[in-house]
């Protein structure tokens, strides 16, 4: 076992006992800060694979000032389903733009589909107004409607009405598909579960894998769930020009992919590693791409469409069972949806001047699905389903050719 691992794996163990004790009560969070800061996460780097670009500061989407991410897991129960009890495998995570401070204050947001077996609401109101009002929420397939009800009320709890005096919302939330783990005819996630997802984001270090709306999650037939990266872009317009310099990062919610199909880093390794848990795709990933560079929802659409390269490096050609579906915001140009005053003078980068920040959005996606898989562990679930997470050592074993190449 990976000296790593075996931290983790204690942490676990630990927990595992904690909800025995507790009968079973589903985790409201992740572990503690106090918990994480005693174990050593391992991320897609820390095991060799060389990716392209520079990353951000925490290589996560929380690169970006002001972006928060909280989550709420939800794990219960063992053994055979019953639908209503359990076992029960997920949760919810919720994105926030500019922070709880802010939430009046809309982001231009742009919005792609790759494949469209799945939901992501609100969209329709983004590409016609070119604003994201309000978080992002992802959790599962049938929490959909739960979740976009406990936005509009936590909404009208920490927000303000238009300038008309009228309350509305029309909430971004999306799913991909946990119900090989978890029950998901049970409808187990809650309002409240909603409310503390985004009670308790923040920025800086956030956990990924199993925690909140990936805790269920399953990516080329290992243990999937959340991924974030980041890439540091300069902008110059001459090689003599001082560069501007802004961020682009990726969150992920990873629920993709045969085994066969993973590459990491050109490497097959999907091929090197025997296992099956599906006889067909049976998957989804739901991305959000981030900069505080000053970009217009046109623009930002492009980005969200980078994403689909960035799946397709680490092997995936999207099934038809996949709902890949992306959505790119941009933090620059504050309260230009104001309406105190006739015009607003807003900023933006020539299309021209584009390529690094799209190259960006590409190379943090691929580095987000790999660490979706490597800072993860092995889960069963309902009807004692099990899958494997990534196994460190054997991936360490297959990237040496590929970094004595480099």
């Known amino acids: 076992m990976d000296k790593e691992i075996k931290p983790i794996v204690f942490l676990l163990l630990s927990l595992a006992v904690v909800i025995n004790v507790s009968a079973r ?7 503690s800060v106090q918990q994480l800061a005693a174990v050593k996460v391992v991320r897609a780097r820390d095991l060799g694979v060389p990716f392209d670009g520079t990353p951000g500061k925490l290589n996560s989407i929380t690169d970006i000032p002001g972006v928060e991410v909280g989550y709420t897991t939800l794990i219960s129960g063992d053994g055979k389903l019953e639908i209503g009890k359990g076992p029960v495998r997920t949760g919810v995570t919720a994105i926030i733009p500019r922070g709880r401070d802010s939430i009046n204050d809309p982001v231009y947001a742009g919005y792609f589909s790759l494949n469209g077996n799945g939901e992501m609401t609100g969209t329709a109101w983004v590409d016609e107004s070119g604003f994201l009002e309000g978080p992002i929420v992802i959790t599962n397939t049938h929490s ?4 976009r009800d406990a936005v509009i009320a936590w909404r009208i709890k920490h927000g303000a009405p238009d300038t008309t005096g009228y309350w509305w919302s029309l909430p971004v939330v999306a799913e991909t598909w946990d119900g090989w783990l978890n029950d998901i005819n049970g409808f187990h996630v809650k309002p409240e579960d909603v409310f503390r997802a985004l009670d308790t984001a923040h920025d800086g270090l956030i956990e990924e894998g199993s925690v909140g709306g990936g ?4 990516c080329y037939e290992f243990k999937g769930g959340n991924g974030t990266a980041s890439r540091q872009i300069d902008i110059r317009i001459s090689k003599d020009a001082p560069p501007r310099t802004f961020v682009v990062g990726v969150f992920l919610q990873a629920n993709f992919g045969r085994r066969s199909q993973l590459m990491i880093a050109g490497v097959p390794v999907g091929k090197e590693i025997a296992g099956e848990v599906y006889k067909q795709e049976s998957g989804s990933c739901i991305a959000v791409v981030a900069t505080d560079a000053p ?6 659409k492009r980005l969200a469409r980078r994403v689909s ?4 490096r680490t092997g995936t050609v999207s099934g038809n069972g996949s709902g890949d579906l992306f959505i790119a915001f941009s933090t620059a140009n504050p309260n230009v949806t104001n309406p105190d005053q006739v015009t607003h003078t807003v900023q933006t980068i020539p299309n021209d001047l584009m390529d690094p920040l799209l190259a960006g959005a590409v190379q943090a996606t691929e580095e987000a699905v790999i660490n979706a898989l490597v800072d993860n562990h092995s889960m069963t679930g309902r009807d004692n ?3 494997e997470a990534l196994p460190h050592d054997r991936l360490r074993e297959l990237m040496k050719p590929s970094r004595s190449m480099r």
């Open 25 to 31: 009560e589903p985790i409201k969070s992740p572990p």
């Open 144 to 147: 959909v409607g739960i979740a």
């Open 215 to 218: 805790t269920g999650m399953i």
């Open 295 to 300: 970009l217009l929802p046109n623009q930002l």
């Open 309 to 312: 390269l960035g799946l397709a």
């Open 385 to 387: 389903h099990y899958v």
